[in-house]
C-alpha cells in the first residue's frame, strides 16, 4: 500500500446492517508485538498491546527505563515495525506502509516535542519553525501567519531571529512546542517534554503544550517518568510487562472511561495476548 492510497481510503466503512458507523480513532493499536535478540537470547519488549485514543484526546504513558516506552513510540511513528499486529494513525495503516511512505506521513501528519529540543543548531528560531511546513510544501501566506501566530503564543515572536543556543531551555522547548503543532498534525507524540527542564518552567511548558494541542484539535500521546506532568492527561497508562496497564480515574473526568470503552484494560487486569 502507498501513503497516497492510504490516506484516500481512510475511515471506517458504514457496517453493511444499516447501524451507527464506528467512532474512528486517531490512534489504534492492535495485538503489538515486538522482540529484540541479543546473542542466544529473545528479548520480547512488548507483547500484544492494545490501545485505541480519540481525536483529541491527551494521554500519558509512564513505566520505568527499559519497560518499552522507546520502542512503543517508535512503533506509533513508524520510525520501526512491529513482529506483529496493527498500528493505525488517522486512519492509515502505518505497518502496512513502505518505509518511504511511513517518512512521509510522519512529515505530514505527526508531530513531535522532544526531552533535548532538537532544534537545529544552524538555524534561526524562524526557519526552525517553518521546516515542517516548508518539507511539506505548506509555505502559502496562511501557513506563514499561522506559525507567526503560534511563536507569538509561546512568547517568542520577538525572537524570531535568534539562534538556538541564545535561548534558554524553556524558550527552546517553547519554539519545539509551536513547531510540532504549525502544521496541525492528526498526533503528537511528546517524549519527556518537561524533563531537561526546572519544575517551574517544566509546568509553564506542560501549560503551553496543553493549550496548543487544545486550540489545534489534535491527538496527544505523551511518554514521561514524572506523575506530576501524567496527572494533566485525560488517560494514564502504564506500560507493564509488555502490555498496557490504564489506571482507573474517578470524577467522571476525561479519563474516566472504563477498559471496555477505550480499549485497555483497567489496572490489575492486563490485556490478553492475541497470540
Known amino acids: 500500500m502507498q501513503y497516497g492510497e492510504a490516506v484516500s481510503s481512510q475511515g471506517p466503512a458504514p457496517p453493511p446492517d444499516g447501524s451507527a458507523a464506528p467512532q474512528p480513532s486517531a490512534l489504534r493499536l492492535e495485538g503489538l508485538r515486538r522482540s529484540f535478540r541479543e546473542g542466544e537470547q529473545l528479548h520480547e519488549v512488548l507483547q500484544g498491546v492494545e490501545l485505541d485514543v480519540g481525536y483529541g484526546e491527551f494521554v500519558a504513558l509512564l513505566g520505568p527505563s527499559g519497560s518499552g516506552k522507546s ?9 520501526d515495525v512491529p513482529d506483529a499486529g496493527g498500528v493505525d494513525v488517522d486512519g492509515v495503516a502505518l505497518h502496512l506502509l513502505s518505509e518511504r511512505d511511513r517518512t512521509l506521513f510522519r512529515r505530514d501528519r505527526m508531530g513531535f516535542v522532544f526531552q533535548f529540543f532538537n532544534l537545529i543548531p544552524t538555524l534561526t528560531v524562524e526557519e526552525n519553525l ?3 511546513l516548508e518539507l511539506a510544501g505548506r509555505t502559502g501566506p496562511e501557513d506563514r501567519d499561522r506559525a507567526y501566530a503560534l511563536l507569538d503564543e509561546v512568547g517568542l515572536g520577538d525572537r524570531r531571529t535568534s539562534w538556538p543556543d541564545r535561548l534558554s531551555g524553556g524558550e527552546q522547548q517553547r519554539v519545539a512546542l509551536a513547531r510540532a503543532v504549525a502544521h496541525r498534525p492528526a498526533l503528537i507524540l511528546a517524549d519527556e517534554p518537561t524533563g531537561n ?8 511548558v506542560l501549560d503551553l503544550l496543553v493549550r496548543l494541542v487544545g486550540e489545534v484539535g489534535t491527538t496527544l500521546v505523551m511518554v514521561t517518568h514524572s506523575e506530576g506532568a501524567a496527572a494533566r492527561a485525560g488517560r494514564l497508562l502504564d ?5 498496557l496497564v490504564e489506571r482507573p480515574r474517578t470524577g467522571g473526568g476525561a479519563g474516566a472511561e472504563t477498559g471496555a470503552e477505550t480499549g485497555v484494560q483497567p489496572e490489575g ?5 492475541k497470540g
Open 130 to 132: 517553518l521546516l515542517p
Open 71 to 79: 520502542t512503543l513510540l517508535n512503533l506509533i511513528a513508524g520510525i
Open 239 to 243: 506500560l507493564v510487562d509488555g502490555r
Open 269 to 273: 487486569a492486563a490485556l490478553p495476548s
Open 197 to 204: 527542564l526546572d519544575r517551574r518552567t517544566g509546568e509553564r
